[in-house]
């Protein structure tokens, strides 16, 4: 007896635009309500200009923002310029973050970028991502950080906790942080990328935490896919 052909009957399924319209809705209406919750977000890091910026996320790498910032205060109100910190040089900087991570290799990179910036950039932070990712020991993630919280640039670092929460929920899915940060960029919307970065990231810290993400009192449990979410 002839089977009927499965792909003769009726499927409801979206047309790819509809559904690709449904999904931007949805990123809109979580960055709606991201931004609702927390209007002005902030980094975590303490810096008082670019290059301490720049330092402070150098630093930052498999580090807890609270611990870079504790070394941090005493290293800033010494030097807070690339001048300043390259005089300091690397042994004395290393004693200064040593508690730290990695600190001997990042108190030679910050010691190498900031020599490179006083020669190259006239003492100044650069403003375009090429200048920043040749700098020593800035990737891609630290200079979408200094584009985007010093310059005001729409671009979005991936970080551990802005990849979790983007392919739980999911909102960009990805195997590395590349793939992660170009899905985003194509479903945010424009009026929210300026600070999609930390909305995302706290999320991450404070909500859509790895272990035990707390749906309960998450403003978004509605609008999240993830199979194992508590609510
Ligand atoms: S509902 Fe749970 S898993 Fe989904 S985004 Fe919120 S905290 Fe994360």
Known sequence: MARGNPAASPVRRRP????????????????????????????????????????AVVL????????????TRALFAV?????????????????????IGLFRTKAKNVVA?????VSAHAGEVPTDREALEALPGVGRKTANVVLN?????????????VFRVANRIPLA???????VEDGLLKIIPARFMRHAHHWLILHGRYVCRA??????????ADLCRYKDKTV
């Not at 899915?173 to 793939?179: D, F, L, N, V």
């Not at 272990?211 to 978004?220: D, H, K, L, N």
């Open 16 to 55: 790819p635009a509809a559904a690709k319209a449904a999904e931007l809705a949805r990123a809109d209406e979580i960055f709606a309500r991201l931004a609702a919750a927390n209007p002005e977000p902030k980094s975590e890091l303490e810096y008082v200009n670019p290059f301490t910026l720049l330092v």
């Open 113 to 117: 970028l900031s020599k490179l910036l």
């Open 149 to 161: 919280v010093a310059f005001g640039e729409p671009t979005l670092a991936v970080d551990t906790h």
């Open 173 to 179: 899915e990805g195997k590395t942080p590349r793939q």
């Open 211 to 220: 272990r035990a993400p707390a749906c309960a009192r998450c403003v978004i």
């Open 79 to 99: 030097a807070d310029t690339p001048a300043k910190m390259a005089a300091l040089g690397e042994a004395e900087l290393a004693e200064r973050i040593k508690t």
């Open 60 to 71: 930052s790498a498999q580090a807890t923002d609270a611990g870079v910032n504790k070394a």
